[in-house]
């Protein structure tokens, strides 16, 4: 275990930083009943990422049920092709609103004085960037602390994501289908992700027109995935024994194609899975191994993020209007198989302006953010990258001097993200009645095949007060004014900076 420490405003913030485990081989050969061909393993067997933590959840080679006769392993979107949700998990982490590293005092020299004179009567925006640059020779340094509570994704929540498990084909005799496949689970998912993410920003004025700033995040994120699955067996699909010799059809059993325990077949059609359900000691704790549900994945992971560099050169000032180009180089420093970074390359221009009207001043920023290749875009199970998705910037509002030493902030935060992954809500049919009811059953699941262009809109809400010479406090609120992607209806934010 690593720990890294970051000493900002007074405060010394100690973060563990996870060690990553080698793959473990998985022992299953003393599950009870288990056919011998199974599914191959992949990237995240034996992983304790968090970015592992859905496809780990059913055990390291995914549904497969204990059934000597054949390999009862059961495919799903929510699972095979669950990279939706790691990519909407990576594009957040792209848009995790990153305060403004711009000095609330921004200073400009007067030459009747010789002197630097506060250059603004507000101490500009929180969220977004304002055109004025800090002055030649000045530096800042703040911390802010923000916290993620993210409960819907595309509008569906995150606590009730329903998904439908169908049978592999062709499992029988020669590889022949047989009726028992129109077996199905279904299952109701929760997923809690919280992320809290700690800030250090710096600025530097290289001259009047030039600043320089950094911004260092450090998460802390917590994920805990739980599944409640149900094994729905359809009527009359069952094997049987015929004149004393096992068929794979036709009954209502016994025997039963489908069943978690090999010990209670008739009973045995509902289980609970969770990440982090079993310590990775599988292969040294006999209790343990040969368990066909194991799941090696962490819930919590904590250390540094992507950190950004940005660039800002003041291009056009008068009297009242200011005009800025800038540019934020995001680099992947935070480790994605943990959620910690997108894994990619960032890079994004955008403009400022700002129009000082007394204690009243607009601003307006418009960009584009270009994301490179991560393998939480393609595939954490094959290690494939693909491109995260790019988004379009517009944001605007104003911000207010109401008195010297306080400053209110209000903000529209538009991000079009272009050819992003979503997901949608779907019924699942069932091919033939069910056992339970002799009807043909519906249930709810979710399509992740989907890529679309869609806006998230934000409205925030701060305020910035002066407490002692160039110290300020700064809290607020970023409140979703709408449903796409991952999101989170109201998040906070509470900092400290100071202007030397």
Not at 155 to 176: C, I, K, M, R
């Amino acid at each position: 275990m690593l720990r890294a420490v970051a000493l900002y405003c007074g405060v010394t913030l100690s973060v563990a930083l996870p060690i990553f485990p080698q793959s473990t081989p998985v022992q299953v050969s003393s599950v009870p009943g288990l056919a011998n061909q199974l599914p191959p393993t992949n990237r995240c067997t034996g992983q304790a990422g968090l970015a592992c933590a859905i496809p780990n959840l059913y055990g390291p080679y995914g549904l497969v049920l204990p059934n000597p006769t054949h390999t009862a392993h059961f495919e799903s979107a929510f699972q095979s092709s669950f990279s939706a949700l790691n990519d909407a998990i990576a594009t957040q982490l792209t848009l995790l609103p990153v305060p403004s590293p711009a000095s609330g005092f921004t200073f400009r020299y007067d030459p009747t004085t010789g002197l630097s004179v506060r250059s603004a009567e507000s101490f500009g925006p929180i969220l977004t960037e304002r055109a004025e640059t800090i002055g030649r020779h000045k530096f800042f340094i703040g911390a802010t602390f923000q916290r993620f509570r993210f409960n819907k994704l595309d509008n569906q929540p995150l606590h009730n994501l329903p998904a439908v498990f169908s049978h592999q084909a062709d499992t029988g005799p020669g590889e022949t289908p047989e009726p028992y496949e129109t077996q199905f689970v279904s299952t109701s998912n929760s997923i809690d992700l919280k992320i809290n993410q700690y800030t250090v920003f710096a600025t530097y004025g290289v001259t009047n027109r030039i600043d320089v700033s950094v911004a260092v995040p450090i998460l802390q994120i917590g994920m805990n995935v739980t599944s409640n699955a149900t094994i729905e067996r359809t009527f009359n699909t069952e094997p049987t024994f015929v004149n004393g010799k096992f068929q794979f059809c036709c009954s209502q059993g016994p025997p039963y194609a489908h069943f978690f325990d090999p010990t209670n077949t008739a009973g045995s059609i509902t289980h609970t899975f969770s990440n982090n359900q079993f310590s990775p000691d599988i292969n040294q704790n006999p209790e343990k191994v040969g368990n066909l549900y194991w799941d090696p994945s962490r819930n919590n992971a904590a250390g540094f993020g992507d950190v950004v560099l940005r660039f800002k050169g003041n291009v056009y000032k008068s009297d009242r209007v200011n005009l800025a180009l800038l540019g934020d180089v995001r680099f992947p420093t935070g480790n994605e198989n943990d959620f910690l970074g997108s894994g990619a390359y960032g890079f994004k221009p955008f403009l400022a302006m700002s129009v000082r009207t007394g204690p009243v001043t607009p601003h307006v920023n418009l960009g584009y953010q270009w994301n490179g290749s991560s393998i939480l875009a393609g595939s954490v199970l094959t290690g494939q990258k693909a491109r995260l998705p790019g988004y379009a910037l517009f944001a605007g509002g104003v911000d207010i001097g109401v008195v010297r030493s306080l400053t209110i902030v209000v903000d529209y935060i538009g991000q079009e993200l272009v050819n992003a992954p979503r997901i949608q809500s779907a019924t699942y049919t069932s091919e033939l009645p069910l056992a339970s009811t002799n009807q043909i059953g519906t249930f709810p699941t979710i399509n992740t095949a989907v890529k679309e262009t869609y806006n998230q809109s934000n409205a925030s809400f701060g305020l910035k007060a002066n407490l002692f010479k160039q110290l300020l406090l700064t809290g607020n609120v970023l409140v979703a004014l709408n449903d796409g992607g991952l999101r989170e209806r109201v998040i906070p934010l509470v900092g400290l900076s100071y202007t030397f």
